[in-house]
T-cell receptor, first 113, second 115 residues
Framework: GESVGLHLPTLSVQEGDNSIINCAYSNSASDYFIWYKQESGKGPQFIID?????DKRQGQRVTVLLNKTVKHLSLQIAATQPGDSAVYFCAENGSSNTGKLIFGQGTTLQVKP | NAGVTQTPKFQVLKTGQSMTLQCAQD?????MYWYRQDPGMGLRLIYYSASEGTTDKGEVPNGYNVSRLNKREFSLRLESAAPSQTSVYFCASSDLLRGAQETQYFGPGTRLLVL
C-alpha cells in the first residue's frame, strides 16, 4: 500500500550546524512532495515543495532533494537555529490528482544551543 | 487575510455527545480537507472536498460526517462521540490548478477530548 516513512524519529543538532531530515516514499506514481514544519500546539506550516520533474529546489535556508530512483526525499536546513526546533513531516500526493496528501509520521528536530 | 480558521480551539465531550467542528478559509481555494492527528503520529485524512458541492471519504471516515457549506466553509460533525475520537483535528485548504497538486494550508487545530 501507499506509505511515506521517515528514517529517524528524532534528530539532534548543534545550533549553526546543517540539518538533514530524510524521508522514504513507496508510491512511484507520486509526482508532488511537500515538507511541513509543526511547532508544538500549532498546525503544520508549509516549508517547501517539489514536483517530480525536478530533483532539487531551494528556498530560504532550506533545500529539498528528490531521488526518484530510490524514492527518497530529504530536507536540508542550513545554519540550524533554535527556532527550527519542531516536528517535520514529509508528504506525497500518491496516485491521485484530487489534492490528497499522504503524510509520514514525522521527525523531531532538536537544536542544541 | 486570516488563512484557515477553526473553531472551537478546545472541546471536551462526553461519550455519545455530538458536536460540529467549523472551518473557514479566505484564500478562495477550491479544495478543503479534514485530518486528525494522534500523539506521535502523522496526519490522517478523514474527509475531503475537492470542490464546492462534493465530498469524499479519506483514510479514516468512520464516525464522522462533513458538509461543504459553501466555497469558504467545511464542517466536520461527530454524531456520537467516542473516546477513540480524542485527537487534534486540522482543517486544510488548497487550490488544484489544471489538475496539478497545490500546497495545502492548515488551520491551527481543534483539540478534542472525549471522556
Amino acid at each position: 500500500g501507499e506509505s511515506v516513512g521517515l528514517h529517524l524519529p528524532t534528530l539532534s543538532v548543534q545550533e549553526g550546524d546543517n540539518s538533514i531530515i530524510n524521508c522514504a516514499y513507496s508510491n512511484s506514481a507520486s509526482d508532488y512532495f511537500i515538507w511541513y514544519k509543526q511547532e508544538s500546539g500549532k498546525g503544520p506550516q508549509f516549508i517547501i515543495d517539489i514536483r517530480s520533474n525536478m530533483d532539487k529546489r531551494q528556498g530560504q535556508r532550506v533545500t529539498v532533494l528528490l531521488n526518484k530512483t530510490v524514492k527518497h526525499l530529504s530536507l536540508q536546513i542550513a545554519a540550524t537555529q533554535p527556532g527550527d526546533s519542531a516536528v517535520y513531516f514529509c508528504a506525497e500526493n500518491g496516485s491521485s490528482n484530487t489534492g490528497k496528501l499522504i503524510f509520514g509520521q514525522g521527525t523531531t528536530l532538536q537544536v542544541k544551543p | 487575510n486570516a488563512g484557515v480558521t477553526q473553531t472551537p480551539k478546545f472541546q471536551v465531550l462526553k461519550t455519545g455527545q455530538s458536536m460540529t467542528l467549523q472551518c473557514a478559509q479566505d484564500m478562495n481555494h477550491n479544495s478543503m480537507y479534514w485530518y486528525r492527528q494522534d500523539p506521535g503520529m502523522g496526519l490522517r485524512l478523514i474527509y475531503y472536498s475537492a470542490s464546492e458541492g462534493t465530498t469524499d471519504k479519506g483514510e479514516v471516515p468512520n464516525g464522522y460526517n462533513v458538509s461543504r457549506l459553501n466555497k469558504r466553509e467545511f464542517s466536520l460533525r461527530l454524531e456520537s462521540a467516542a473516546p477513540s475520537q480524542t485527537s487534534v483535528y486540522f482543517c486544510a485548504s488548497s487550490d488544484l490548478l489544471r489538475g496539478a497538486q497545490e500546497t495545502q494550508y492548515f488551520g491551527p487545530g481543534t483539540r478534542l477530548l472525549v471522556l
